[in-house]
């Protein structure tokens, strides 16, 4: 399959379960076919989770969906949003000057 130049962020836990919806290891990035690919073919997403997270990485994220109820906690989500966006803004920083 030929790769799409727009990129998606595909939700391994779908975006209905809060308590997962903006953990970035519920995330996986993926072109626009690959993503649509991945929806119609459910065994492709799971070998894809256990190679890039691990084997058991699915299945804790399911389990998630049924034991942690979400606090609506919006402030802490945002505070851990910014704060990876941080250390990513640090880290290509470091790309850019050769520094690591
Ligand atoms: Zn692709």
Redesign the pocket.
């Known amino acids: 399959?030929?790769?799409?130049s727009q990129l998606h962020a595909h939700h391994i836990s779908r975006r209905r379960h809060y308590v997962n919806r903006w953990l970035p290891e519920n995330m996986l990035c993926?072109?626009?076919?690959?993503?649509r690919?991945i929806h119609d073919h459910p065994a492709d997403e799971l070998a894809l989770v256990a190679h890039v997270y691990g084997e058991g990485h699915y299945d804790m994220l399911i389990n998630r969906e049924y034991v942690i109820k979400w606090d609506k906690d919006y402030e802490a989500v945002e505070a851990r949003l910014k704060q990876a966006a941080n250390n990513t803004k640090q880290h290509t920083k470091g790309d850019q000057n050769g520094k690591h």
């Open positions: 399959m030929k790769c799409s993926l072109c626009a076919n690959h993503h690919h």
